[in-house]
Structures are given as structure tokens and as C-alpha cells.
């Protein structure tokens, strides 16, 4: 699976990391989703969360999700499987450069997680708190798991 880095986002997350809020997303996780193993990269000055899930989506046997949460509230739930899918939800100033994502919540859809300005769309998670957003995107992941495709990654309706 790819390493994800800043440099593979053209708009960034404001402020330092918020370790309270990691903290916070990785106890949720924890406690929600048998699948997953959520880890800090360094305890004391995390720069981000991985979640590796034992399964993926499709034909992907493993896959992770990497999440970082700003104290201005920013932040990036990145998905990336064995078989080179990304996807991700973020919440940051863009400038307004992405056509179809008129808030600061958006979403880069599969398989490569684009910035293509035409490509990336209106987020379907539109609540702020750490715990709603996690909850949001375990749910998003959980549904798209069990229906073994890509589709609902960014729907609060139910897969066909």
C-alpha cells in the first residue's frame, strides 16, 4: 500500500495536528470496527492515525486508512487497499478550485483519490466533530464493504 504525504495534496490542513482529537477518533475506532487497528505514528507528537483493516474493499485482501485531524478542525481520512485504490474525504480551505465541492468538505473519489478540480465532489459528511465524522466514514467504509463496491463510498443512501 502507498505512503500518503503531504506533498500528495495540493491544498493542506491548517494548524498543527490535534493529538486530543486523534486520541479521541482512535478510541471510536477501537470500540466500532472489529476489522480495523488503529495506531499513532509517534504517541506524544502525532503527525497521523493509521487504521490498517484487515480486509478491503473488492478484491483488496488488506487495507488502510490514514486520518489526520487539525486544531482549526481540518481534516483528512485518507483510504488506500492492496490494490492501489484511494479515495478520501477531507475538510480544509480549497479556494474554492474544486467545481463541485462548494463547503470545505469534499471528497476525491476512486480509484486514485484525484484533485482533479472536475473530479472531486461535494462531501456527504457534513458534520464537524471528530466523533461524527468517524463514525460517518467507518459507516461509509462498512456499507461499501459489505456491498463490495466503490459506489457508496460517498452516498448516505443504501447501495442498489
Not at 153 to 158: A, G, P
Given at each position: 500500500?502507498?505512503?500518503?504525504?503531504?506533498?500528495?495534496?495540493?491544498?493542506?490542513?491548517?494548524?498543527?495536528?490535534?493529538?486530543?482529537?486523534?486520541?479521541?477518533?482512535?478510541?471510536?475506532?477501537?470500540?466500532?470496527?472489529?476489522?480495523?487497528?488503529?495506531?499513532?505514528?509517534?504517541?506524544?507528537?502525532?503527525?497521523?492515525?493509521?487504521?490498517?483493516?484487515?480486509?478491503?474493499?473488492?478484491?483488496?485482501?488488506?487495507?488502510?486508512?490514514?486520518?489526520?485531524?487539525?486544531?482549526?478542525?481540518?481534516?483528512?481520512?485518507?483510504?488506500?487497499?492492496?490494490?492501489?485504490?484511494?479515495?478520501?474525504?477531507?475538510?480544509?480551505?480549497?479556494?474554492?478550485?474544486?467545481?463541485?465541492?462548494?463547503?470545505?468538505?469534499?471528497?476525491?473519489?476512486?480509484?486514485?483519490?484525484?484533485?482533479?478540480?472536475?473530479?472531486?465532489?461535494?462531501?456527504?459528511?457534513?458534520?464537524?466533530?471528530?466523533?461524527?465524522?468517524?463514525?460517518?466514514?467507518?459507516?461509509?467504509?462498512r456499507v461499501a464493504y459489505?456491498?463490495?463496491?466503490?459506489?457508496?463510498?460517498?452516498?448516505?443512501?443504501?447501495?442498489?
Open positions: 500500500m502507498m505512503r500518503v504525504t503531504e506533498a500528495d495534496e495540493s491544498h493542506s490542513l491548517r494548524g498543527p495536528i490535534d493529538r486530543s482529537a486523534l486520541l479521541t477518533v482512535r478510541q471510536i475506532i477501537e470500540r466500532e470496527e472489529p476489522l480495523a487497528t488503529p495506531a499513532l505514528d509517534d504517541y506524544l507528537n502525532p503527525t497521523v492515525l493509521e487504521v490498517t483493516f484487515d480486509d478491503g474493499l473488492g478484491s483488496a485482501d488488506a487495507s488502510r486508512i490514514d486520518i489526520q485531524w487539525s486544531i482549526q478542525a481540518d481534516y483528512k481520512f485518507h483510504y488506500t487497499d492492496t490494490e492501489e485504490v484511494n479515495v478520501r474525504w477531507g475538510k480544509h480551505p480549497h479556494d474554492g478550485d474544486y467545481i463541485h465541492a462548494l463547503g470545505s468538505e469534499h471528497y476525491h473519489p476512486p480509484p486514485d483519490a484525484t484533485s482533479d478540480p472536475n473530479e472531486v465532489e461535494d462531501s456527504c459528511i457534513k458534520q464537524s466533530p471528530e466523533v461524527l465524522v468517524t463514525r460517518a466514514v467507518l459507516k461509509l467504509w459489505h456491498a463490495d463496491s466503490y459506489e457508496s463510498l460517498n452516498s448516505v443512501r443504501n447501495p442498489p
